[in-house]
């Protein structure tokens, strides 16, 4: 698709911007004109080609297309597998530690989460707000059953106990 000038001019300068904003922009300048909310009518009736990345933003939790904040949350391979890519931005990185995901809410084996950039609607901001809390509440890292095994085994010196051989060699 050829970009009339004006808007190209806009999105030149955008440029640092970067794709999000850029998509946003022409989206809205779409809207303006009698003949791009024709030719946009035309793509969103069309389910297959319906432009979902553009100015309304799709929730990750829960697909809905609605207002939405992008935020960074860990997701497990699993979950990001069941929702495909339509509202992914980023996969910032991969946790080499065991962690908790903020969509199912299990605990993930090393290297089994991701930390990812996406956009969600109140609704699931508001579920994973009330996760985080009752995450706190149960000890944050320390309800991690790798944690909770070994406190049990050797109480809560655990980490003297086991990492006292190797650290104090030599000393
Ligand atoms: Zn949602
Ligand atoms: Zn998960």
């Known amino acids: 698709m050829t970009r009339p000038d004006y808007i190209q001019k806009k999105v030149d300068e955008l440029s640092g911007e970067g794709r999000i904003a850029k998509e946003g922009y022409e989206e809205r300048e779409l809207k303006k004109t009698d003949q791009g909310r024709k030719f946009r009518e035309h793509l969103q009736k069309d389910e297959q080609k319906a432009m979902d990345k553009h100015g309304e933003a799709v929730c990750y939790g829960c697909l809905k297309k609605d207002f939405a904040l992008s935020t960074l949350l860990y997701c497990c391979s699993d979950c990001m597998r069941k929702r495909g890519t339509?509202?992914?931005y980023?996969?910032?990185t991969r946790k080499p530690a065991e962690q908790v995901c903020d969509f199912c809410g299990r605990w993930q084996k090393p290297f089994d989460t991701f930390q990812i950039n996406c956009s969600m609607c109140n609704t699931c901001m508001h579920r994973v707000h009330v996760f985080h809390s009752e995450y706190k509440k149960a000890g944050g890292r320390k309800s991690n059953p790798f944690v909770r095994r070994m406190r049990k085994k050797y109480g809560k010196d655990y980490k003297k106990i086991l990492g006292n051989g190797?650290?104090?060699i030599g000393i």
């Open 90 to 92: 980023a996969i910032v």
């Open 166 to 168: 190797s650290r104090t």
């Open 86 to 88: 339509v509202a992914l």
